[in-house]
C-alpha cells in the first residue's frame, strides 16, 4: 500500500506547477516515516491556509482512522489528526472538525497558520435518554444544563452563535472528503 501511496504522490508531484517543488517530496518523506497508509483509502490536496503550499490529506477507511491533515511551512511538516468527515474554508485556514457519537455533539474549529493548528473554539452538547438532560459547553464552560420538559431546540443558541461567528461567517464551507486528489 506504500507503494501506491508514493506512486500516487509522484504523479500528483508531477502535475503540480507550484514554484516550491519540493512540498511533494516532503509529505512523501513524512507520510513513510510516520504513517501506516494501510488504514487510508483516499488522498486529496486542499489549500486550507493562504500560502502556495497545499495540504494533504488523508482519509481513513472508517471513525477509528479519521482523517490526517499534513501542512507545511518553511519546510516543516506538521500533522492534525481530525474526525472522518472535517471540513474548511478554502485560504482561511479555519477547520471544522465535528464529532456525534453516543450521546455527543461536539465541535471544535481549528486555525491554520503558519504551519501551526491552533484549537480556537470547542463546543459541546451532552445528552441522555435515561433521565432526559442536556449539558451545553463553550470551550469547556458551562452555559446551559437543561432537564426533562425544558429540553428544546432553542437551547443551543449560543453553542449555533459561537459557530457562526468563528466558522461559518468567513466563508463557504468545503467537505476535505470531496476536494480533489
Partial sequence: MKL???????????????PNENYMSRYEKYINENIDTSAYFKHNLCYIDDDSIPEFCLMGHCYAEGTIILSQHNGKV?????NISPYYIERSGLISDGYVH??????????????????????????????????????????????????NEESCEAINAALYNAYYSKGISLSIYDSQP
Fill in 4 to 18: 501506491v501511496v508514493i506512486i500516487l504522490l509522484s504523479i500528483m508531484f508531477a502535475a503540480c506547477n507550484n
Fill in 78 to 82: 506538521t500533522r492534525r489528526d481530525c
Fill in 102 to 151: 453516543h450521546g455527543h455533539y461536539d465541535n471544535q474549529i481549528v486555525k491554520l497558520q503558519d504551519g501551526i493548528f491552533t484549537d480556537i473554539l470547542l463546543t459541546q452538547a451532552t445528552w441522555s435518554f435515561e433521565r432526559p438532560y442536556f449539558v451545553y459547553s463553550i470551550n469547556n464552560q458551562v452555559i446551559d444544563t437543561l432537564y426533562g420538559d425544558d429540553v
